[in-house]
């Protein structure tokens, strides 16, 4: 089998992909022939499938690296995706997820800090079952369903409209004139799924591994008359607009959806707290094998439309509703080696390496073990038989070892106290879990793993520097520090032995590596935050820093002033919707390190990061401009009252400065109306806010 296997398809690099996509290429066509042709599988219709899922996936993110014999194009092919991009009027949100009651219980601590309320406060929420099938927009106007797509990237879907049309329980006219997008879930039955399964086998076509895929397969097909020829059924349960819809509850815009004609869930239930919320998820838990549809947990959402008007939406997911999970599939397998990883940071991490076993449709050869302690903890060791759990897309992990298999001459783990890449001593800093290569820029591990992230897609994204250029120039000292990718081609004009003469290049390949490095001189902050690769700081996180900073100036001087957890500037940085302790620290921690802010400073000789874009143009008289709150607002929290401000385009500052457009005051404020008096800035009370913050 595969083995990268488990690397998540968001981490892997050009290189790695091109070589996987090579590999699966040969593979998938090596089991076809198995099947087809020799009816003599080697691997489960589940393993099989996963393979042609990897393969599109790797493909979905890297459509420059399609091969010619590209699986996705070959007979025993589920049929290619063709279909037309349609972009969300409004976005399709994921769910944040729970795993368990304390964090069912911390979501609605949130919302009800969020929101102002007392704790005391009643606060319904609908619990409905999390269908395990593919979201869908359908969108309405003038009554008539005329487009349907799928969520795709949650911003761009796919026009499945003709499919969609083959769903009984989508209803092709509403009494209702106004234009609407209306979600919800398609799935399939179990029995159906069996029933086609069956007729698959009796034809010799391979059959599905669960009924998502089935219902997956079923909506993705060219020719809508075979869609309409599976039995596929659809649940609504959201709309594109809290306002879609004239009511004021999620439980009365259920209501509303059946009169329309929409088929809406039976077991959605109103609860009243988060005792009934909880016992709700637990009956469902225990009832959910006689279902005749398949459901991976319940989602949790506030009921009053006005609180979920006012919690919006964070990066990916809405503030008013959670997901919790029924818990994660396990299996048992055999632990055949512990291999320590370095990772980008120098921090060792001990990965399981196991007789492949299928946990949940997916095979899994490699799982964490997290870190020394947690081995410790676990007693886990190699040629134990363990236990390993897959929870939603997170990596497996080893849960323990069964102690009644283990073998006689087996002994305990010994964590290497040196780098097994550098040979540098591998330190546990007091407090810390992971213990760290301390050979930074002598690791070849992380010196070049930080490279290749530096230019790799969502970073400088620098087309021809895969991951073996930067090992060989890494090797050849070319590469030490990313500003050395920017003074390459000046270095190698003065050099005696010049790129262009060396084995593998070209004056054409070089030339063009060249190019592709200057077109990255200029960079947006978002890519630029993202490039440095600073623990924790991932894609998502990188596009609010460089939302709310704007600048790489702004950026650096707030996080070095937050050095101080009394300063404002670090009040400013948590106050980040998004933002955690735990990142600020990473962030601040990273900028304290005086090595990281010279790379910094002569890489700004080399480039120029450009200011983040204002999230759309607008009329709204807060657009663009910079607010401060001072003081305790009463009918809102200062979360929300900053939540609403940057929906409208405001930027959020945590003190007066002349830039400063108003300064909100709310009860007991403190010096800041000094301030702004001093600057002569208009001062608002929590009236005119409101007024002012209307949409
Ligand atoms: S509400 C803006 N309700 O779960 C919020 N989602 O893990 C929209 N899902 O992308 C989602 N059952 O595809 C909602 N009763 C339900 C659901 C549900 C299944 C899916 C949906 C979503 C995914 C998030």
Redesign the pocket.
Known sequence: MNDLFEIPVSNLTLEEAKTELAHLAKEIQRHDVLYYLKDRPEISDADYDHLRGRNSAIEKRFPELVRKDSPTFRVGARVVSQFHKVRHQKP????DNAFDEVDVREFLSRVIRFLGLSEEAPLEIVA????DGL?ANLHYQKGQFHLGAT?GDGEVGEDITENLKTISDIPRQISLGDEMGI?G?VYMKHSDFMAINAEREAQGEPVFANPRNAAAGSLRQLDARITAARPLHFFA??CDDVKCLPVSSHWAFLESLKTLGFVV?PLAKLCQNVEDALSYYEDLKTSRANLTYDIDGV?FKINRLDYQERLGFSARA?RW?I?YKFPAEQAQTILKEIVIQVGRTGTLTPVAHLQAVTVGGVVVSRATLHNEDEITRKDVRVGDTVFIQRAGDVIPQVLGAILEKRPSQSAPFSFPTVCPICGSHAIRFPGEVARKCIGGLICPAQVSLRLRHFVSRGAFDIEGLGSKHIDAFFEKGLLKTPVDIFTLEARDSKSLTPLRLQEGWGGQSVQNLFEAINRRREIPLSRFIYALGIPQIGEATSKLLARHYQSFEAFETSIIGAQNPESEAFQDLIGIDGIGSSMAEDLIAFFDEPHNREIIQSLLSEIKILEAERPQTSTHPLFGKSVVFTGTLENMSRSEAKARAEILGAKVSSSVSKKTDFVVVGKDAGSKVKDAEKYDIPILNEEDWEKMSQK
């Open positions: 399709m949100y994921s769910l409905e079952p999390k269908i979201a969520r979600r879930e349960y959201a869930n989602v809405p509703a997901a």
